[in-house]
């Protein structure tokens, strides 16, 4: 045991009415919701980089927090390890995600990198079975390093699709052996900067080739879990190709991968698109791509990704309603892609930040599931849609542009509107939240 | 001839030096360049809407232009287009675009509706053929009227549907009889308010198998447009399904039109949507899906669609270099969806808007021309990407991540980042402004 | 009574755990929090202008609402105050408020719509002395008419000027003989469409005299009320001189009213300019100059006033606590100045709408208030400033630059920062919403 | 001589037909234009921070630039000052600004810091004779170290109070010292990340009281230099209470320093906070605060502060119009604080970038100076506002309702309104261009 947390709890269930800090006021993993433990629907994870590798910098800013890990080298980085296993235990997350940048000291080589990268994830994998915590996903980290400054598999130079190829083989290769659940890419310098020196055409078949490649070896290797890309519209490019759902569905048909991957959905991301974060969680349902999501707020005032912990239940309730509604989580899970503020300077403030986090997500699944159970809601959708369920209209769907516009003329059609009810709509949802 | 341009000359080129606010200082329908006349370049559309149905309300006014053609009936309706193609012979602009609800008084049922559309599109063919004055293309309002408040194809009233099918037909008829080089759709309703009441399955099966229909129609009546999809991420929905370019990629390739349909970008859209104008263009461009442009600009600190029109050299010719780069119009053009502002009241000002944008677009058009025939912006962007001409590089996008990463560590692979050289390209760019 | 609102209940409160929709679940006007009744606190008011005088347009489409008090005369303004009247009783709201323009059929001169405007507080005053309704302010329509496009106080024509000064007189005596709590100002075209035409210096001084008038004439009269700015940064015009509170109150500081004038904060008007809704009330209260609130919500993803009823319990929560924190209302009120969606066509959806609205209200003033009584969050705030309580400190603010920067060198200050504890103060919120 | 720009000549004005990439094409110093030299209008600026502080990261990646004086040290903190000097010397511009952060190496102490500084000072000065550059102003860094991460002048934390004020006294000594013609205060911590923790009244006390001593100190000494705020909205605060100018006003007024202090106005903050560059330009010169500017774009796609490089010549040109028409600079200048994008790796980018900022700025001044001899801009300005120029309509402002009132009825006033002639105007401004 580090004595970072030190005097910490674990933290238990205790109920709404508890004012101890350091207990669950609405999380309690064996509770049953909809016939499933509410660990089992959450499957709440937390994300290494954030936690335990962010500084605590900010563009007009440098480091503000001080850890006992920050330097070089492995006996450090298993330092790191150690604590993070601690935090994943005080809170009881049964899942974590990591990059490979998160985790293991940069080599002088990319074949120094990838053995110690194996080297720390045989480190995870004892902790992983002392404790029981689990792999949500695991990801390569493409985009700090500056060689990577103008892309990984989009970049103008071959030599970085090609290490970057090496190191997506190398985290996936980890994720495996680790039995994540998922892999996720994320493509922060996949975009552009200016427009000027770009070739969008070349640069979507890089892409289109890489993730096929990323599709081919998962299935080579017999990786069991869902490939992952993660939208994001620009931050830190100007403009990034995974803009969002609808975008990253397009491409993927473009390439014939929609069977094959799904996307890891962030509600700040969602944000920075000009979406609602239950928007897209729909859409990919609607597409049959929806995976898993990112945890996390932003702040509605700033225009870029503030990643702070999530603690509006209202918001969260209703992203929660639509993974319901597609039918829960099957791979994926709740990641808080969430980092403390930059004056949270306090082991205690992570915990808490979690703590609060988690409680919000549950108080707010909880209420969905209600809302879902209730079934108003959706009874209420359906009504609106009747009219279709008619075979006329359905018939109608197969027909043509004269067929339809004899009928118009001939029966006289003149459609008068109906309400469309949305603050009692509202007003319903608030008697659950 | 009415008189409400009493006294405005037909508008002439006269050069840059030119004092006269009611002349060309850039435009010159007739000079050549890169071999082919700047009108056939450019293809200048006016938009019936803006500049003749519109009364200039805004959400917190009403009516600031007193039009004599403002009211009921088919005589007004007439006097509006001896007025409108005045106005198209005053700026010698070779085409318009109109909507149905722009030109008809709209009939107490469908078939009225229609008829009274036929009697003005005789109207319209007559001065048309007195004028040769063009049509880009034609449109049906769907979005205006109370029927279509949850929608037009999406609507979860079939009888809407329907309603919305049969005009799109009368709409393709008239823009077929009056020889439109393109027909577009834009979904000002095809979107949603409120998630809560919204079946986004159901309602992007209806508006896949409406355009269907619409390419069929198309087929059957030997209609040789093309049919646009005009993107929009809001406004006046909270969503609209076809929120930008990559949006409509995504839809076409789902129901396998992306052969069949093409999209009409406007540059107040592509801002709602987070990219700027030449984004959208090049995008489209290298999907193979690009079509033609609705030529405005937006307020940057406005947060809706302020539909100006373009003033701003350096912009518009970004947007007319990526129109180059992808060979130029077809069938499509530059159509002013563009409105002068509520405060413009007098006839002048409709003609000086337009005047100053048809100049705006001409100088940046020669500009945009002049930094192509130059060549050093290609030749610096294929540079950048010449590591992947070598055939090694090549064969990598065919190999796989075993393969490459092998390779990674036995060559000792470790790229060094080159200079992005934005700067430079900007100054080059201002060069040719 | 009419039937408009046939069969529609007065609106009782049940309790959390009913279902009816028709009943609060939250809002008890007679429970008395902190010592004082709910009522009394939230003292609710409805606007005239939404919920009676508003047709259902958007920028994209024109009315959608029937309602049959729609059209010209007075006959019809008086079927509209009965049904105003009959929906304050169903809700049971307090107050009301308006603007000239909405109660009155304007008239062919100015002296016709002051008549008009007098009748119809005469027939106000009747219901408001039957029902118990009290007026909480009034205000002028100084932005739909068309002679208002370019301003009213700040128009270049001096004519325009004298015509708002003659309308702000009527409307101050209309507000002081139904015995208006407050009188607002709202300037939606004092601001400028494009600076070219905008000479600011000269439009500020016409605003500050204007203002100044107003205040006269308040003492002149004996009005007791209070004069309050309603900031809005944009929309309609492109920049509204009134952008927020701090702009306001530097207004006010330059022509001496800071004593004598007071804000109207609203919620979508804070947002647009960049604002948290809390963020504005507590600079508001900081600087003296707090006065009232008008309770709406903004879509995030939108970027124009969406004016939709509140339904965000945590959000409106730190509204009201910052209220709470500056003493409550005095003269002021929450009004909602929110609009019902287009589609909501139903009579049913206006109740309801404002029940869920009130009932949002009541919850999060709940919430508000036991934090309050709690103390926690108000302790801790007093702690991280604990350092400037001690004398020397204090001492520093009347201090120099030399002085202190011997100081510093001489004791080798070396300044270690503390948490700002942002997540657990969020969490601690948390217990409460 | 340092090696780092070998080969780079000094750039020459070649005009606006040469190709040679390191020549101005439009910026020659010693053109005289309105009376004065050109070098004598735009009063350039380099900005050491961004040039040759700044690594190259970004919030998602590390420093991407090689530079040989990076690292900690005297001797390293000399030759970035050799470079920086050659840098001016190349560029020819007249004067540089900087950061005690930017110059000197972070001391143990506050001491040693300090002493360091007065070296670097010195090192300076003997640049400065030696090479005519001088110091268009000066500041201190109190936002990048972890001291003021809670504020400078309005931390909670008194300590931090008094390391600020010795800090800008060490910073004001140094100016003064260097003959700078401003100094300059931003606020980047003066604001908050969370209002739960913050105590508005008590921070303002405090800023308020850190500026008058600014001020008081500036006589003690007789610096004859202007004291300057820069306002930002955010970033990175979530809030900045120097928002926008119009809230630096009401704060100056506050604290009864509107005749002591001005303003720098930067394009990117005024974009930030919702106004475009000229509005506050324009509004602080309307308030008589106008002071200097930090010419540099924002991206409109990116809700951050992107510090480009100046390049779109229409907008600048609004900026230097609204400048010239308050009479030029005084003591301020055009400072770039833009920085080259992480990816512009090479010396030559760093000269590229300011080139052709410097010849964009050029230029757009040009054609400002032009439109205003033209005067036909002011002369539509003035006639828009004639009717005020009347005896009786001045009169009206020293009126009061009442009077105003009966005249309105008396004469029957029914005010028409006029065009705004927008587009005209905007049609005027691009005959400069």
Redesign the interface.
Known sequence: MTDFFNGIPHIRHEGPET?N?FAF?HYNPDEVILGKRMEDHLRFAAAYWHSFAWP?G???????FDRPWFGDGMALAKLKADVAFEMFAILGVPYFCFHDADVRPEGA???ES?RNLEEIVDYFGAKMEATGTRLLWGTANL????????GAAT?????????S??T???C?DATMRLGGENYVLWG??EGY??????????E???AG?FLS??V??KH?IGFKGTILIEPK????S??QYD??V??V???L??FGLEGEVKVNIEQGHA??????F??EI??AA??GIFGSIDMNRN???????TDQ?P?????VM?AFY?ILRAGGFTTGGTNFDAK???????P??LI??H??GM??CARAFKAAAAMLADGT?ER??AE??A??D?P??RA???????T??E???RS????????????????L???F?
Chains 1, 2, 3, 4 share one sequence.
Do not use: C
């Open positions: 004012a800090e006021r605590g900010d563009p007009f800013g440098g480091q503000t080589t990319f074949a990838r985009f700090s390093h500056r060689r990577f400054m103008a970049n103008p130079d071959p030599e970085v699709f090609a290490w190829a090496a997506v083989k190398s996936m922060g310098r900067e200016t427009l000027l020196n770009t070739d969008l055409g070349r979507a078949e890089q080739r490649m990323v081919d070896y080579r519209p620009q931050e830190p100007k403009h803009f969002d609808a975008t569905y397009g491409f048909r473009r944000i920075l698109a000009g979406h609602s239950e928007h729909a859409l609607s597409l702040d509605y005032q700033s225009g870029w990704d912990f603690n509006n239940g209202p918001e209703l639509e403390i503020r930059r004056q949270s300077l306090d205690e403030d808490l930040a703590v609060g409680d919000t809601l209420l959708r609106r849609y009219g279709w008619r006329e209209a109608m769907l197969s027909s043509d542009l004269t339809i516009a009928r118009v003329e006289g059609i003149n459609p008068e509107p109906r309400s469309g009810r949305q603050e009692r709509l509202e007003n949802v608030n008697r939240v």
